[in-house]
């Protein structure tokens, strides 16, 4: 089993920035893909960025790109996520995930692990 405990939301004015983390501990050795996603309410988890872990080759959503940078550091075992320009539709509870497809892995069934979210609203 892979643990997923994600810290780093909050609550930021549009234009803003946030930095959310993500810390993998357990079988950290049975994914080679780590990911974030999005879900706001009355919404689907939608697919924001991803990583390689052994490459670091970045995907990211076309509504994220040039904002967003997903990051790791292998020696913690943590994966970041850095949020700048920040926009109103940004707002949603973010969510860290572990799998093993690599490349443009943009789909929830392409990740097996989950962390239980942390909560990003962006105000106008």
């Known amino acids: 089993q892979v643990q997923l405990v994600e810290s780093g939301g909050g609550l930021v004015q549009a234009g803003g920035s946030l930095r959310l983390s993500c810390a993998a501990s357990?079988?950290?050795?049975?994914?080679?893909?780590m990911g974030w996603f999005r879900q706001a309410p009355g919404k689907e988890r939608e697919f924001v960025a991803t990583i390689t872990w052994s490459t670091g080759n970045t995907y990211y959503a076309d509504s994220v790109k040039g904002r967003f940078t997903i990051s790791r550091d292998n020696a913690k075992n943590t994966v970041y996520l850095q949020m700048n320009s920040l926009k109103p539709e940004d707002s949603a509870v973010y969510y860290c995930?572990?799998?093993?497809?690599?490349?443009?892995?943009?789909?929830?069934?392409?990740?097996?692990?989950w962390g239980q979210g942390t909560q990003v609203t962006v105000s106008s």
């Open positions: 357990g079988r950290t050795f049975s994914y080679r893909t």
């Open positions: 995930a572990a799998g093993m497809v690599v490349g443009a892995a943009t789909k929830t069934s392409h990740y097996n692990y």
